[in-house]
């Protein structure tokens, strides 16, 4: 191989790398909309993204799959569960452990701040992942 055809090869592939790449963000952006139903981000979802955040529930639950594995999948909760065991979970005052050892803290949660996670969990219980995770529980 020459160097002249050494540098051609690294061109050409470059190219096709980054236009190969630029179609799969394209893809990905527009499933988003299709997928995620943005449309449905009310303020008081926006808000319930809010408490999550604040208060790191990231940090034991997992959501679509992504976060630690000490607490349940909560991206599906809603369905899984049923609103009003999701209202009782938050609403409860003690440390709670149900059915296992492990404990989820109490966090004081006023009743706009369950709203909200109650309608943040809703529209992500709308999203379309492709059957993602697939242990229900996470
Ligand atoms: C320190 C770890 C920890 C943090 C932080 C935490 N949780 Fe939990 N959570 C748990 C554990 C453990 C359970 C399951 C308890 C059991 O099943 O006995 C649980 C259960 C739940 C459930 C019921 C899920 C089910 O399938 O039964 C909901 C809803 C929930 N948590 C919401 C939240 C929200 C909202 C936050 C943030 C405000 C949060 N959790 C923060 C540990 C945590």
């Known amino acids: 191989m020459t160097k002249m055809s050494a540098r051609n090869m690294f061109i050409v592939a470059t190219l096709v790398v980054t236009v190969l790449f630029g179609y799969l963000t394209y893809l990905s952006y527009d499933a988003f909309s299709a997928n995620a139903h943005p449309e ?3 303020s008081q979802v926006a808000h319930g993204k809010e408490v999550w955040e604040k208060h ?6 997992t ?7 000490y607490a ?3 991206g599906n909760v809603i369905e899984r569960r049923g609103e009003p065991f999701v209202r009782s979970v938050l609403e409860t005052t003690a440390v709670q452990g149900w059915g296992t050892t492990r404990k989820m803290p109490q966090f004081d949660l006023s009743a706009a701040d369950i709203d909200g996670l109650v309608e943040f969990f809703k529209w992500m219980n709308g999203i379309d992942t492709n059957n993602w995770p697939p242990n229900k529980e996470g």
Do not use: Q, R, V, W
Request: charged share 10%; hydrophobic share 30%.
């Open 63 to 69: 959501l679509l799959g992504e976060g630690a594995y």
């Open 40 to 42: 449905n981000i009310t």
């Open 72 to 74: 349940p999948e909560l």
């Open 56 to 61: 790191s529930c990231i940090n034991c639950h």
